[in-house]
């Protein structure tokens, strides 16, 4: 909603100022209100374009960290937790600390 805002009060504005171009006298007010009002939905599209690529960019997707592959040159981590008595294991090769049942 907060990126609206600008949207909204730049719509305001350029209201304002065509009210303000109606009056000679206020002419001159009306063509800055105007002005800045434009200013204001454009600023507003900047920032909803930004906030929408944020979330919809795809080229953002890989980067950072590549997901490690699992083949055939890393060995499977089997260290965790006995699925027997549940007790952590620190070595897959040995058998279960607390129970003694293999893996
Ligand atoms: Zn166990």
């Known amino acids: 909603m907060r990126q ?3 949207l ?3 719509c305001v504005l350029v209201a304002m100022g065509t ?3 109606l009056s000679p006298a ?3 007010y009306g063509v800055m209100v105007i002005v800045s009002g434009i200013v204001g939905v454009w600023y507003g599209i900047v920032t909803l ?29 089997k260290s965790g937790y006995c699925s027997v ?5 620190a070595s ?12």
């Open 26 to 28: 206020t002419r001159v």
């Open 49 to 77: 374009r930004q906030s929408r690529q944020d979330k919809y960019d795809l080229s953002k997707l890989f980067e950072g960290d590549p997901m490690p592959e699992g083949g055939e040159e890393t060995l499977p981590d």
């Open 85 to 89: 008595c549940g007790a952590f294991i």
């Open 8 to 10: 909204i009060a730049g």
């Open 19 to 21: 009210a303000f171009l």
């Open 4 to 6: 609206y805002l600008g």
């Open 92 to 103: 897959p090769y040995k058998p279960c600390p607390k129970c003694g049942a293999a893996l």
